[in-house]
């Protein structure tokens, strides 16, 4: 038989063994799996969705999120998909070597500035990879702890032998003569003039080797493919078109999930698609204070746990897909209870993803089930208790709600009795808490100075249940939904405010408000923003401050308000000055979640403090404003515990507008 | 006709409580002088001598092995033939993990009226009128005994113990116990509090932490003052049934009966359990954000403030004090 | 094995009390009412014997306002029965009153064992505890913090002042006090709550006219006179800590 004609069996051999490899694994994971997850319902927006893949699979945006390893991975992907042609003629050419060695691709063989662009890629990949190689082993970052190290290191090198090995095939053909296109190739020539001290044997003998090389890994790579960290390069694009266009401030309802089949397919497909970049542990305020939380592992650990499911469950009764037991238990063993109580709903991870994975959707979901079987420590057990039995957390009695307003002249409209223009839904923490009351009154005083008609639901009014729904509690977050809802029905408003972006979020996302047109509702800081540039509300004074403004996560990252409260600062005549991380990337004080209703972890570094030394290490600022009444109590503690009281003060948005009345 | 007043002396492991002498107190004081005699019943096994102090009229002394440590069913039937048999005027039991398991039931079968946590007895004009505590100790309420026989369970707080005390003892009747078979309760043993923590009924400054203090965390604000201070951290039931500290700890009805130079009450409401573990310290001051908190009425000195604003702040204060 | 946990509602004292125009008695308009932690405990000692050793548990309460919510919880919780004595009840019944109805009801359910909370705070007439034993005919051992099952009888850790305990055997049938169970009260989420209201069934009892004899009357109820209390000292806690150390310094204490 002839080396071509070997050739040709081999490679279609080969190709076959890949092709039934990864076509299993891929059947396995993907469909197998999957379809014993929960339904996901319709994917609505086509339109949207396309848009989608054109930014973010097309255009890698969010990888620029990291310049230096947005644009490392940007030549790879591209490079990847435009080189899977040389990936294709090399198959293509070990097929037909029998017949036709030699052969090229129709059209795209032939192609001459196709094949420049294909010289100057590989040698871009190659740097990007190298590139990504001197990160992963010589800077080796804080993202990448927990992440499989040698894999990430292994595909980078494979690809890097890809690469070469193109180039050195190409460089034998061209050393040979054989290349028609060799013009078009001035890397591969450089790479031919190399092979010019070897003979014409010995210039075949490494092309053909070259040839071994490249087409061995391109397979090896395949196989490995399924289930790994790199699984991302099948998953990420159906990931991305089905990603939930919905507003991430609406949790979707589920019966809470005890084994992993009880999650929604879709979410399934989100643990395959992980890529263990690290960029969401880089963000996650949890893991940073010390808590074994990482929304990175804990992907990791759902997709393990999945395909180690799906495997036990195919060896079992041989393989007809019956039931399995319980085996290690998702909630406690897979992920200990102290990860998933430990995140505070930030959602700075999901921000920062780049495949859109969703990380809090799934613990809220295991959350729901803890709560149903009573697992939760005494604290939050206390909170809900209140919550049910109060509607509010402190255990203080509905009718001790409107105590703050006492003494406010002209007293404040009562919303149930008569018609408001702004109903002002206060929330709990800006009624109840001792330090927060100041703040409170400092608002009605403003909105009175305003002139704005509003009212408040003075004992009516409960906690609007954006934690309680986030700690997993459905079905007290109904009953205070239903509530709220009632006391909301009988009264005649054109508005909603509030102070508190929890509160926002839920009235806004979690509540259903009038059939349609519903009230638009607003932070105050959005309703301050306009009163201000209408001239309804006007400011006397110039502050002259030098301040820094912290995000609240449900008000910047949730709803997309970061210039409303940015603006209110400047017309206050105060000097903003931003912190390191700011926008979608400022950090959370750790209180969301229902973490302020919980026992503390043993930490490195309160998140709350970690936040107070980033504005403190800010040259000549002294103040620190803040737009959420939990983002008030957490941070002037912190900056007690911190020593900074001297030269940080801690103070609310509306105390900044009061003082500039 | 002179009536008697009863109490019933209570012992524990060899030991007769403090409460025996409240008892004998507030039986002199429901007792008309001249008029009435004051009694005290005192069951058990070997221990005549053990009331020799308590200042009543007569003891009425009832020996029986099954009587040595205190079980509801051999004291209850022990004390219905008593009572029966004497028709006082009124029956003190203490309102404790003792006195509280049988006075309810003596109650229901003698159909005799019972008025618990009471703190104090007075006569006036031939009646007995008595003070009891209510709703964990925000409310008193007062009325008059029922004639012609009430059971009275008493809680500390009304009398110092000295007052009923003497130094010559009582003349001693002893009594014939009924037959005491088929006894359904027994005592199979004791178990003692854990071991190698400190006896907080020894020392003389106090920092005692209730529910205001809200986190496990928090205790070792707690804990930093009493190391100023020279003293130790103690607890209201709360604290201790959250496991935050140990039950050698507990101040209280179920726990230990302090009497520091100083007591501070940080965040304690001042229930009655606990309140009758510490209302005879020499000093007590008190920090609740609730200013109807039960505890400002046992309290010499109070602040309205949250104990965790006010623990690192008079902690540095007392550290620069010594310092100085 | 039977095991009864009467389950009663008191004031709920998150609110300010207010005496009455009479002055004898709490005024009951804007009081409401919240189960007995006490008996949330007896509750919870109760499901962990029947999840220790299967047993069939009974919740048993008076029918008045907040009563079916109360006995819902305890069906979500895992109380097999659940029992609502239901009567036209006037606002304050006192605990022999209550012992006596309990009574009569909880006979004919024939159980072995009757789990009660050891004290509330509205009993001035002494806890029901040792008086439904009495009406029962059954021994009673109160302030119980641990429970087991032996045969024909149950052992009781009893709780003595200074941290010291007892172990305690009494035959069955038996009435126990519980102080705390050996767990705290487990949480019930609020789902599974609506849940049984929609499934479980409340057995109604009719109760017979309650006889409150065995108190004594209330002349007077008051609030503990601001005369007897502390002076309190004012300010932020900077200034109280000062007043607080001249205080330490006077007393001999630096």
Redesign the interface.
């Known amino acids: 038989m002839s080396y071509n004609t070997l050739k040709s069996l081999v490679v279609l051999l080969a190709l076959l063994a890949a092709l039934v490899v990864f076509g299993r694994r891929v059947y396995w994971l993907l469909w197998d799996n999957l379809r014993h997850g929960r339904p996901s319902g319709r994917f609505r927006q086509i339109g949207e969705r396309l848009k989608g893949l054109l930014m973010f699979v097309a255009g890698q945006l969010r990888l620029f999120r990291l310049p230096a390893p947005g644009l490392a991975h940007f030549f790879i992907f591209w490079g990847f998909i435009i080189l899977s042609l040389t990936i294709l003629q090399a198959i293509v050419e070990g097929l037909a070597a029998w017949a036709r060695p030699g052969i090229a691709l129709p059209i795209l063989g032939t192609f001459g500035p196709l094949a420049l662009l294909q010289d100057l890629l590989a040698v871009l990949v190659a740097m990007a990879v190298i590139y990504g190689l001197y990160v992963r082993v010589a800077v080796n970052p804080e993202r990448y702890k927990g992440s499989h190290k040698s894999q990430g290191v292994k595909v980078l090198a494979f690809i890097l032998t890809i690469m070469v090995s193109l180039l050195m095939m190409n460089g034998a053909r061209i050393a040979l003569g054989e290349d028609p296109l060799q013009s078009w190739r001035p890397v591969s020539r450089a790479v031919a003039s190399l092979f010019s001290v070897v003979g014409e044997g010995g210039q075949r003998a490494i092309g053909e080797l070259a040839y071994w090389i490249h087409l061995s890994v391109v397979l090896i790579f395949l196989t490995e493919l399924p289930g790994g960290k790199h699984f991302h390069i099948v998953t990420s694009v159906p990931a991305v078109f089905l990603r939930n266009l919905g507003p991430p401030g609406r949790l979707p309802p589920s019966e809470g999930v005890s084994t992993v089949e009880g999650f929604r397919w879709r979410q399934m497909l989100d643990f395959y698609t992980c890529s263990e970049c690290g960029r969401c542990q880089d963000v996650c305020p949890a893991y940073a204070s010390g808590s074994s939380l990482s929304p990175k592992t804990l992907m990791m650990s759902l997709r393990d746990n999945l395909m180690e499911r799906g495997r036990s469950r195919r060896t079992a009764a041989g393989g007809n897909g019956a039931a399995i037991g319980a085996g290690v238990e998702l909630a406690g063993e897979v992920l200990s209870e102290e990860l998933l109580w430990a995140c505070t709903t930030c959602l700075a991870c999901d921000q920062e993803c780049p495949l859109f994975i969703e990380h809090v959707a799934p613990i809220v979901d295991v959350r729901r089930y803890l709560v149903l079987e009573g697992r939760m420590d005494g604290l939050l057990q206390g909170a809900l208790n209140n919550l049910g039995r109060y509607g509010n957390s402190f255990g203080q009695s509905e009718r001790a709600r409107p105590k703050w307003a006492q003494g406010i002249q002209p007293p404040i409209k009562d919303a149930r009795r008569e018609p408001v223009e702004y109903l002002w839904f206060v929330g709990d923490y800006a009624s109840y808490n001792a330090s927060v009351l100041e703040a409170t009154r400092k608002a009605a005083q403003v909105f009175q100075r305003a002139g704005l008609d509003f009212g408040i639901l003075y004992e009516a009014e409960r906690n609007a249940g954006n934690d309680v729904r986030r700690v997993g509690e459905e079905g007290l977050f109904e009953m205070l939904a239903e509530q709220n809802l009632r006391a909301l029905e009988k009264c005649s408003y054109r508005a909603l405010i509030t102070t508190d972006p929890h509160t926002y979020n839920a009235l806004r996302h979690e509540y259903t408000l009038g059939a349609d047109g519903r009230p638009p509702i607003l932070h105050y800081s959005e309703l301050l923003d306009q009163l201000i540039s209408s001239g309804q509300l006007s400011l006397s004074r110039r502050l002259g401050h030098r301040v820094t403004y912290h995000d609240p996560c449900y008000l910047g990252r949730y709803n997309g308000v970061y210039a409303a409260p940015r603006r209110v600062i400047q017309a206050t005549g105060c000097e903003l000055v931003e912190m390191a991380h700011h926008h979608d990337r400022a950090v959370c004080c750790g209180a969301g979640g229902g973490r302020i209703w919980m026992k503390e972890a043993p930490l490195k570094e309160r998140p709350s403090e970690r936040r107070i030394r980033e504005a403190v290490a800010l040259e000549g600022v002294h103040g620190f404003v803040v737009a959420c009444p939990k983002d008030l109590t957490m941070y002037q503690d912190a900056v007690k515990t911190t020593g900074h009281q001297d030269q940080l003060v801690v103070s609310d948005l509306i105390e900044l507008v009061y003082q500039a009345l | 006709m002179g009536h008697e007043i009863l109490i019933v002396a209570e012992h524990?492991?060899g030991q007769l409580?403090e409460l025996s002498y409240t008892l004998a107190a507030a039986a002199r004081a429901a007792a008309r002088p001249d008029e009435d005699r004051t009694t005290a019943a005192l069951l058990g096994h070997g221990v005549e001598g053990l009331a020799n102090e308590l200042d009543v009229d007569q003891l009425l002394y009832v020996e029986h092995p099954a009587l040595e440590?205190f079980?509801?069913?051999a004291y209850s039937r022990v004390l219905a033939g008593l009572i029966e048999e004497r028709r006082p005027r009124a029956v003190l039991f203490g309102d404790?993990?003792i006195g509280?398991?049988?006075?309810?039931?003596l109650?229901?079968?003698l159909?005799?009226?019972?008025?618990?946590?009471c703190l104090s007895l007075r006569q006036a004009e031939g009646q007995i009128h008595?003070v009891?505590k209510?709703?964990?100790g925000?409310?008193?309420?007062?009325?008059?005994?029922?004639a012609p026989t009430?059971l009275v369970?008493m809680i500390p707080g009304g009398y110092r113990p000295e007052q009923g005390r003497r130094t010559n003892p009582p003349a001693l009747e002893r009594v014939t116990p009924p037959a005491l078979e088929g006894l359904?309760?027994?005592?199979?043993?004791?178990?003692?509090?854990?071991a190698g923590d400190v006896d907080i009924?020894r020392e003389a400054?106090l920092v005692s932490v209730g529910r205001g203090i809200q986190?496990?965390?928090n205790i070792e604000l707690a804990q930093e003052l009493a190391e100023a201070?020279g003293g130790t951290v103690s607890g209201s039931r709360p604290v201790v049934?959250?496991g935050w500290l140990p039950?050698?700890r507990?101040v209280g009805?179920?726990?230990?009966?302090v009497k520091p130079?100083?007591y501070l009450a940080l965040g304690i409401s001042g229930?009655p359990e606990h309140a009758e573990g510490m209302s005879e310290s020499e000093?007590?001051?008190?920090?609740n954000?609730d200013?109807?908190a039960?505890i400002?009425?046992v309290?010499?000195?109070?602040?309205?403030?949250?104990v965790l604003?006010?623990l690192?702040?008079?902690s540095?204060?007392?550290r620069e004090?010594?310092a100085a | 094995m039977k095991i009864v946990v009467p389950l009663k509602l008191v004031p709920d004292l998150v609110e300010e009390l207010e005496i009455a125009a009479s002055g004898a008695e709490l005024d009951t308009s804007f009081s409401r009412l919240l189960l007995n932690e006490f008996d949330e405990h007896a509750l919870e000692q109760a499901l962990l014997l029947k999840e220790r050793s299967g047993a069939e548990v009974t919740a048993l309460t008076a029918g008045i306002e907040g009563a079916d919510e109360v006995l819902y919880n305890a069906a979500a919780k895992g109380a097999d029965r659940l029992v609502k004595l239901s009567l036209d009840f006037p606002k304050s019944t006192n605990s022999h009153a209550m012992a006596r109805l309990y009574g009569t009801a909880i006979r004919d359910l024939g159980p072995d064992l009757v789990l009660v909370g050891v004290q509330a705070h509205d009993s001035l007439d002494g806890p029901i505890g040792p008086m439904l034993a009495e009406v029962l005919g059954m021994p009673y051992v109160g302030y119980v913090a641990g429970l087991r099952l032996g045969d024909g009888c149950c052992v009781a850790k009893k709780e003595y002042p200074g941290g010291v305990t007892a172990e305690v055997e009494l035959d069955l049938p038996a009435v126990l006090g519980i102080q705390a169970a050996e767990q705290p009260p487990r949480y019930v989420a609020i789902s599974r709550v609506r849940l049984a209201m929609k499934e479980a069934s409340l057995e109604q009892q009719v109760a017979p006219e309650p006889n409150p004899g065995g108190a004594a009357a209330v002349c007077r109820m008051y609030k503990p006179e601001t005369g007897q209390r502390a002076s309190m000292i004012e300010g932020d806690e900077g200034t109280v800590a000062g007043k607080l150390l001249e205080i330490f310094r006077e007393q001999g204490l630096l």
Do not use: N
């Open positions: 524990l492991r409580r440590e079980t509801s069913d404790t993990t509280a398991d049988v006075a309810g039931g109650s229901m079968r159909g005799l009226p019972l008025v618990s946590s008595f009891s209510v709703y964990a925000k409310i008193l309420a007062e009325g008059e005994l029922p009430a369970a359904r309760v027994r005592l199979k043993g004791y178990a003692e509090p854990e009924s400054i986190r496990q965390e201070l049934d959250q039950s050698t507990l009805k179920s726990g230990k009966t130079k100083l229930a000093l007590i001051i008190a920090v954000t200013p109807s039960p400002f009425g309290a010499r000195y109070g602040a309205q403030l949250d604003d006010l690192p702040v008079l540095e204060k007392v004090a010594k």
